[in-house]
């Protein structure tokens, strides 16, 4: 799962990265920090596997007022 | 009213750090002070109170109060709170009721990116809770904080409705971390769930410092002390 602050949401970890970056010399007009959440998950069924991982970013691992998530599967 | 002292739970989780200051202010303001550990799954039917202390539950791995909402005595809490009972969230406490769903909005990292550890003056705005009903509107409080995630975010919609209903309760009079519009700490829909980032518990004794957080925890200890009728005794 990629777990990202909302667009609009204040994300000061994101703007003194990107401060730092221009401290830097690196041209960034923007930067946004998230997690990133690698799961196991033994599954034969990827639509079902990749539903159940909604529920848990739902009710755990994002926190819907703040974060968006993306979910990317593959075979482990 | 009884002779008896109300007892207040105070619940310990992995990484609270803040629980033994709680359990002396309340033992010390007059209220037996009860500890609880995270695992357990039920408050005692006499415990007529609750806090979450401040600290870093569960490490404030993933985000800061989101493992803790998921642990056992959570659910004991949340039944207590519905049934009107007393709850006082501090600090990391706050941060738990919020990731819990017990009270509205989050708490994200402070707007200046530091921790910030600071005796600072709050505005009571609402009155309309146990915990302020001894205060009046616009009274000042000094009360510590110290925190690296106060800054409390809700949308502008939301935020509104929570002006309208009184549920603002506690403001900074002085920016300290980003907070929207300088909140300090917010009340539930019934009233009865408070949040707070600054630390009522650490400022009870004037030879330590300001004694800005007597009144809260008075308001928390004459609630705890109230008969449970008006509360749903049979549920619980």
Not at chain 2, 5 to 21: E, H, K, L, M, Q
Request: hydrophobic residues 45%; negative net charge.
């Amino acid at each position: 799962m990629l777990i990202r602050p909302k667009v609009g949401i204040l994300d000061p970890q994101g703007e003194a990265v990107q401060a730092s970056l221009a401290h830097l010399g690196f041209a960034v007009t923007g930067a946004r920090v998230g997690r990133l959440v690698d799961l196991e998950i033994a599954a034969d069924d990827e639509v079902a596997a990749r539903h159940e991982v909604e529920r848990m970013c739902a009710e755990l691992l994002a926190n819907p007022l703040i974060e968006s998530f993306e979910i990317v599967t593959g075979p482990a | 009213m009884s002779d008896r002292r109300p007892r207040i739970a105070v619940v310990t989780f992995p990484g609270s750090n803040d629980d033994g200051d709680a359990r002396l202010a309340l033992e010390r303001l007059g209220a037996d002070a009860v500890p609880v550990w995270h695992a357990a799954t039920e408050l005692d039917p006499d415990v007529g109170g609750v806090v979450l202390p401040g600290g870093f539950s569960y490490g404030d791995y993933l985000r800061c109060g989101a493992l803790a909402r998921s642990a056992p005595v959570m659910d004991a809490v949340r039944a207590f709170a519905a049934d009107g009972g007393p709850v006082l969230g501090i600090c990391n406490g706050f941060q738990i009721l919020c990731e819990a769903g017990l009270l509205p909005g989050v708490l994200r990292p402070n707007r200046q990116l530091e921790f910030v550890c600071a005796d600072v003056t709050v505005v009571v705005e609402s009155t309309g809770t146990p915990f302020t009903s001894g205060l009046a509107a616009g009274d000042e409080l000094v009360i510590p904080i110290k925190h690296g995630e106060g800054n409390w975010v809700v949308d502008d919609v939301l935020y509104a409705e929570l002006v309208e209903r009184g549920q603002i309760v506690l403001r900074y009079r002085d920016d300290v971390n980003g907070s929207r519009e300088r909140v300090a700490g917010v009340v539930n829909r019934a009233g009865n769930v408070l949040g707070l980032m600054p630390h009522p518990e650490h400022a009870v004794d004037p030879s330590l410092g300001p004694t800005g957080g007597v009144p809260l925890l008075e308001g928390l200890i004459a609630a705890a002390g109230e008969p449970l009728t008006g509360r749903a005794l049979a549920s619980r």
